[in-house]
């Protein structure tokens, strides 16, 4: 047991690591190179074409997309991370009619894929008036019963106790939550905003039916695009241009790391 935890285990944590990281890897090294030598499997590359990063921002609207990306991302994850935790706080504290109910019928959601509602949102958006715009775009992925059941079971196991000392000193119900709970949920929180932002970050198929015009594509679709417009398809430009895209998602974790942590050491706070 002494030689598994001194030698196997972090042996074989070391080899998980760098399979997850070697394609990550290879996607920054393959998109220095030119286009004839892009498919060489090499672990560093005899040239470092930086064209390339400058040709994936002049030859498409990329910031554009990325701008696109930023916005639906950023604002999906604020407003559902506040609903969601508001929803949550609502079916672990207060008794009222149907609270069960409406909680199972929450959880229900979960079981249907998005390929059968897809078209009956696609409908519904389009009647509103939302297609091509930023609301059919953020709307409609706000909405979401996997954060209600999380931000549900943390405040389950919340300490009364922080919230009867709140009521004491004079707060309400709603000055209790947005002044006590809500600031303590960062374990729930954290790695809810770093799920939700890079589920909207990496959503193609909702974006790709919303959006006809090319000035409302987020960064999935342009990536797309760029693979599939013309006859000849530019690698190293794709790879320049999807290592680019990945940049925000790099920053959102170590921004996030510190919190994630802290979130941690928390939970071991009763």
Do not use: C, D
């Not at 399979?19 to 560093?44: C, D, G, H, K």
């Not at 074409?49 to 990325?66: D, G, K, M, P, Y």
């Not at 709970?181 to 039916?209: D, H, K, Q, R, V």
């Amino acid at each position: 047991m002494r030689i598994m935890n001194r030698f196997l285990l972090p042996s074989v944590s070391i080899i998980v690591g760098i399979a997850m990281i070697f394609p990550i890897y290879m996607l920054f090294i393959s998109s220095f190179r030119s286009e004839t030598n892009v498919f060489n499997i090499q672990l560093w590359p005899t040239e470092f074409v930086f064209a390339n990063f400058v040709e994936a921002v002049t030859s498409s609207h990329l910031l554009r997309s990325i701008m696109n990306s930023l916005i639906v991302s950023t604002t999906v994850t604020a407003v559902a991370m506040l609903f969601h935790a508001m929803s949550g706080y609502a079916l672990a504290r207060f008794n009222f009619p149907g609270k069960n109910v409406i909680f199972a019928w929450m959880l229900s959601t979960l079981m249907i894929p998005f390929a059968v509602i897809m078209l009956p949102l696609y409908l519904i958006t389009k009647n509103l008036g939302m297609t091509n715009s930023f609301s059919g775009l953020i709307i409609p992925a706000i909405f979401n019963a996997y954060g209600i059941f999380l931000f549900r079971q943390f405040y389950r196991e919340f300490p009364k106790e922080l919230e009867e000392a709140a009521y004491i000193e004079g707060l309400s119900q709603a000055g209790t939550f947005f002044r006590i709970a809500l600031p303590l949920s960062m374990p729930i929180i954290a790695p809810l905003t770093i799920g939700f932002f890079l589920a909207n970050w990496n959503s193609y198929i909702w974006p790709l039916i919303i959006t006809q015009k090319e000035t409302m594509w987020v960064i999935q679709v342009q990536l797309a695009n760029l693979v599939g417009g013309g006859y000849v398809t530019p690698w190293n430009i794709v790879l320049a241009a999807a290592v680019i895209a990945a940049l925000p998602t790099f920053l959102l974790f170590f921004v996030m790391q510190k919190y994630l942590v802290e979130g941690i050491k928390m939970t071991g706070i009763k």
